[in-house]
């Protein structure tokens, strides 16, 4: 059942809101999560990673050369990459959805700053970027493959759809001056303009959104333009090939996502926009196959995306190395991006299923406890101790081995911001028949159907630690409505219990649904077994033949070298040389899971291979247990190796 959005509902406080679709998101302003593992990542983001995120911002000029820009200095003076101003914008964004989840004062004054800084830079026709178009630049749009003028706009867009839909009363001025860059965009690239597009794919998305939130249908046409264009050879050819930035086939004729992991699943995002806007279903079906064949055959059990540090690409199907892996921080942002708009798109779980271990192990695993360091990559795989990286300066990007507080290219940690901040935009949807949750945490939902009846329902739960759910109605209603919830794929024994049954149901991985006549009071429990359990990979993936991997609920699991350590090994030793010794052996002691192992100390010699037998007889073998513990979590107790993939004997 499709909701018509614009006839029923206004737009929620939220990143994506289609015009129709299958189930209508609900914003912050409906969605409030009250505790758990993502309160707790929310309160670091809101109180330490922006904070953190504007004073490198400020230390590394990127924000000094809007007001470079205004005081005509700026090509004598402009620091930074060519999308330095991108990433000014994902800040203002993440303020924004963080004004409007908590009403900090202080975030929103800094944003107004900002935003005056910012608009003094902006030309008279609408056109505003740092890194061209000056006295002593180069011209505007002279490097469409490289130069991210309209990429830069996207996430200025963003930023002004999420201050317009948290504070439509604000009087910074941030819409306006989007729209004015949204109407030169439109001016310069329309139908009779420049047929061409940018080297990075997210203007896309943007466009699609910043017209849905302000009524401007020749914004979502110009989305649709460039959605059309890409693939058509309008770009230069380059080393990587046209590929690297989608421009080698046509959207809706592509069957995998290939190239540069975050430009692929930016471009998908904004062309799921684009079909559901144009009720295109052809382009629809293509990017669902798309979807389907990237997830199936080239995504890491982390749900990271790009096994390629060189063009930070896509490879080929099953070729998903796990120490070479480079699963971008920002193609799993981009991931989630992808999948939600099919979500709301079409209704399936196979989607928020996807969000929800990209979350848990790509989003979650990058920033630090403190929330003021990051991982630009998620290598799977750490072969060496890593290296604490310096403190006061800017680290290169990808060769990190531990969190560093910032990058030259910084695009992670704003964005890692942004998705915090709007988290609570991505638990719950409501649709003509009732709401469906789709996301597990301490919640509370207050929203209201399309027909008007308010619905107020609390969940309470331990998760992922805890598989209990409990969905608690706190509103009376004589005519019934269903309630959905999401059955992880992974859940083999969920159970589900109503108050119409004394015992708990077996409920299948997908979805469960209860319809009736709720009263306040009311309880659902869906228990969800979130055990350890040992998962094997298609034997097609060559890199992790013969390994396993443990994981526990959402969370993927991983042995660190500390742990290694305080179980009698070396603390640097490579875990390579630990192999589980078997299935049987992996179990929940105290909370905690811990797997029995084998650790070789293999004799050194002149020849590293031999005929097994002799192999074995120069190891030295010791037995040990040790935990396993969280992904996310690796890398937070110093210099360590850790590994994902455990080989099995």
């Not at 990190?400 to 704003?414: G, I």
């Amino acid at each position: 059942m499709i909701v018509n959005l614009t006839s029923s509902t206004p737009a929620a406080a939220t990143p994506v809101v289609p015009s129709h679709s299958a189930l209508r998101p609900l914003g912050l302003d409906e969605v409030r999560i009250t505790g758990g593992v993502w309160a707790d990542r929310q309160a670091v983001n809101g109180r330490a990673t922006l904070a953190h995120i504007e004073y490198w911002m400020e230390r590394e000029g990127w924000i000094g050369n809007f007001d470079a820009a205004a005081a005509g200095t700026v090509a004598e003076h402009r620091a930074g990459r060519e999308f330095s101003d991108s990433e000014v914008y994902k800040l203002l964004e993440a303020m924004a959805w963080e004004v409007g989840r908590s009403g900090d004062a202080e975030v929103d004054a800094r944003l107004t700053s900002l935003v005056a800084r910012i608009a003094a830079a902006q030309e008279p026709d609408g056109y505003l970027n740092t890194q061209f178009g000056r006295p002593g630049q180069r011209p505007r749009y002279s490097d469409l493959e490289w130069g991210h003028e309209l990429y830069c706009f996207g996430h200025l867009f963003q930023a002004a759809v999420a201050r317009q839909r948290t504070r439509p009363d604000a009087t910074d001025g941030l819409v306006d001056i989007a729209r004015r860059v949204a109407d030169h965009v439109c001016a310069t690239f329309g139908p009779n303009g420049l047929q061409r597009v940018c080297g990075h794919p997210e203007i896309e998305p943007a466009l699609a959104e910043l017209g849905r939130a302000t009524g401007e249908q020749r914004y979502v046409d110009q989305a649709a333009l460039f959605v059309a264009r890409r693939g058509t050879g309008t770009l230069a050819d380059i080393e990587f090939g046209r590929s690297y930035y989608q421009d080698d086939i046509p959207v809706r004729d592509a069957t995998v996502l290939e190239g540069h992991a975050v430009r692929a699943n930016y471009l998908a995002a904004g062309a799921v926009d684009v079909a559901v806007e144009t009720d295109d279903g052809d382009l629809l079906a293509a990017l669902t196959t798309q979807w389907a064949n990237t997830v199936a055959h080239r995504t890491y059990i982390t749900g990271g995306q790009g096994a390629h540090h060189s063009g930070e690409s896509f490879g080929d199907d099953w070729e998903l190395p796990p120490d070479r892996a480079y699963s971008e921080t920002c193609a799993g942002v981009g991931s989630v991006m992808f999948s939600w708009r099919l979500l709301l798109a079409q209704g399936l779980p196979r989607y928020a299923d996807l969000i929800e271990r990209t979350l848990y192990n790509v989003v979650a695993t990058s920033p630090s406890h403190e929330g003021t360091a990051f991982f630009y990559t998620n290598t799977l795989h750490q072969r060496r101790p890593g290296t604490t990286p310096a403190t006061d300066v800017a680290v290169p990007r990808a060769t990190s081995s531990l969190r560093a507080p910032w990058f030259a290219v910084s695009c992670c940690p704003p964005n890692v911001a942004r998705m915090f901040a709007s988290l609570g935009a991505y638990v719950a949807t409501v649709d003509d028949t009732g709401l469906q949750v789709h996301q597990y945490a301490p919640t509370e939902i207050r929203t209201h159907l399309p027909d008007g009846r308010t619905l107020d329902v609390d969940v309470e739960t331990g998760y992922p630690h805890d598989g209990r759910v409990r969905i608690v109605v706190r509103t009376s209603h004589e005519e019934p409505w269903t309630l959905s919830l999401r059955v992880p794929t992974w859940a083999t024994g969920a159970t589900l219990t109503t108050p119409d049954d004394d015992l708990p149901m077996a409920v299948a991985p997908g979805t469960a649904r209860v319809t009736r006549p709720f009263a306040a009071g009311d309880v659902v429990e869906l228990q969800l077994p979130v055990g350890p359990r040992i998962v094997v990979p298609d034997p097609r993936i060559d890199a992790v033949r013969g390994c396993v991997a443990v994981e526990r609920g959402p969370e993927v699991l991983c042995l660190e070298s500390v742990d290694l350590a305080a179980a009698g090994v070396l603390r640097d030793a490579d875990v390579g040389h630990v192999r589980l010794t078997s299935r049987e052996s992996v179990r929940e002691v105290d909370g905690r899971v811990v797997a029995r192992f084998e650790v070789d100390a293999p004799t050194p010699e002149d020849w590293p291979y031999g005929d097994g037998e002799a192999d074995g007889a120069r190891r030295t073998t010791a037995v040990v247990e040790a935990p396993l513990i969280a992904y996310h979590d690796w890398a937070n107790r110093g210099p360590s190796t850790m590994r994902v993939w455990l080989p099995s004997i």
